[in-house]
């Protein structure tokens, strides 16, 4: 299993959005977007697991930097902190 941390989403963005985008570069696990505590607003930011590390690390090579619905993403590994830090 690979998971990625994305940041700076556009807000409209859905699950089947980035479903989409990452299963293009392999089977998705899961993906988890970051909301506000109080508000539930999407934060800009999410998870995706996928189940092939290689296939994670392709997609964070080919989507860092990549523009998605009008935003630069920001695709990179998650590392167990920022995880932690993230309640997952």
């Known amino acids: 299993m690979k998971m990625i941390l994305i940041t700076n989403l556009a807000l409209q963005v859905a699950e089947d ?51 998605f619905c009008g935003r630069t993403l920001n695709v990179s590994e998650a590392h167990p902190l920022t995880m932690q830090l993230m309640g997952h």
């Not at 506000?36 to 090579?61: C, H, P, Q, W, Y």
């Open 17 to 67: 959005d980035l479903r989409q985008l990452f299963g293009n570069y392999g089977q998705v696990a899961r993906i988890i977007f970051m909301t506000d505590s109080d508000t539930g607003r999407l934060r800009g930011f999410a998870l995706v697991e996928m189940t092939n590390m290689s296939d994670g690390k392709r997609a964070i090579d080919q989507l860092n930097g990549s523009q």
